[in-house]
């Protein structure tokens, strides 16, 4: 049986239930690498390029663990576009390069375009052709590809429930996660999945902040509809796919009663948070804002700090029969 390695970082988040349902169905043995833990934050921190950002950095950490796990191959995508006239973060474009050129001894590198930006025939065409590592027979390649959207659609409404992408993958694959508590506060999260959801980049900001009493509200459970003519509301179109979901998202939370408060977590070294962050911050009219930039230095107690004292400001402020506690600090 081949065995096919998927990183533990990135696109996982978000496509790791199409691709591992995809190379089971043809016979394969899909290898992960453990949740990011320190070892592969600092593999990846040596092996990495220094001005790139931490996700990024945590990538090549988990393709270096996966290096010593004896596979047959390494999916390492190159996402160009994951819908029609948006595009993702020109690193994701470089990262099978950026990892070729870097790390020595890699098994082959599957690194099949992702581009649907204009047409879908050039990933039927590579997904026919990826398949081929494991049979000639074409049905069984598209019946694999079906079959992986649908568990990919069925792990995207688990998220719509509630549940983090990571959390939602776990349920997925069998574990049980309870996100039942007593929350007095709604926060909204917003943030790349890649680190809002690793808890270790984001050092498990979801499940501090439910722990102080925040009932989480994430893009993934914001009414797609919504998000997208929020974010057509700004003058000129975001064209990233994640950072325009994130305006959306943010600006679909700004006029929800329910929410109390948005918190955005951005990656230090990302371009597109950089904008994105700033774009939020000066359309939000209604809601306290927060926004935290985290990088490999951040550390755990001064984040704790911000947390509670973000959620303190949120419960004066619903306190305060006048209602008079400014929105912005
Ligand atoms: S969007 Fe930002 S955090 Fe994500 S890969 Fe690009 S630079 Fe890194």
New binding site residues.
């Given amino acids: 049986m081949k065995r096919v390695g998927i990183p533990h970082g990135l696109f996982y988040y978000y496509y790791y239930p199409l691709w591992k349902t995809f190379f089971n169905s043809l016979g394969a043995e899909v290898v992960t690498s453990p949740a990011t833990n320190r070892l592969i934050v600092d593999a990846g921190i040596q092996k990495a390029v220094d001005e790139t950002?931490l996700?990024?950095k945590v990538y090549f950490g988990h393709v270096f663990q996966l290096c010593q796990q004896n596979l047959d191959y390494i999916f390492i995508p190159r996402l160009v576009s994951i819908e029609a006239k948006s595009y993702i973060?020109p690193?994701?474009m470089g990262v099978p390069d950026m990892i070729k050129a870097t790390i020595p001894g890699l098994p082959p590198v599957i690194d099949i375009v992702i581009d649907l930006s204009k047409t879908d025939k050039l990933l039927k065409k590579d997904i026919f052709q990826l398949g081929r590592l494991f049979t000639r027979d074409n049905k069984a390649i598209r019946n694999a590809y079906k079959k992986g959207l649908q568990e990919y659609y069925f792990c995207r409404a688990l998220a719509g429930q509630g549940y983090t992408m990571s959390e939602a993958i776990q349920v997925w694959e069998g574990t049980s996660q309870d996100i039942t508590g007593e929350y007095d506060l709604n926060l909204g999260l917003l943030g790349?999945g890649y680190?809002l959801y690793d808890e270790n980049i984001s050092m498990n900001i979801v499940n501090k902040v439910r722990a102080m009493g925040c009932r989480v509200h994430l893009p993934e459970t914001c009414d797609r509809k919504s998000i997208e003519a929020e974010a057509a509301t700004i003058p000129k179109r975001v064209f990233w796919t994640l950072g325009r979901k994130m305006v959306g998202s943010a600006l679909h939370m700004d006029k929800r009663k329910d929410i109390d408060g948005m918190i955005y977590v951005a990656?230090f070294g990302?371009?597109?948070?950089s904008l994105i962050g700033e774009i939020i911050e000066r359309k939000i009219k209604n809601k306290p804002f927060m926004l935290i930039t985290i990088d490999e230095h951040t550390g755990e107690g001064g984040l704790v700090t911000r947390l509670e004292a973000f959620c303190d400001m949120l419960r004066r402020r619903r306190a305060s029969s006048e209602n008079n506690i400014s929105s912005h600090g």
Avoid: A, L
């Fill in positions: 950002c996700p990024i973060c690193k994701f790349h680190s990656c990302c371009g597109p948070d």
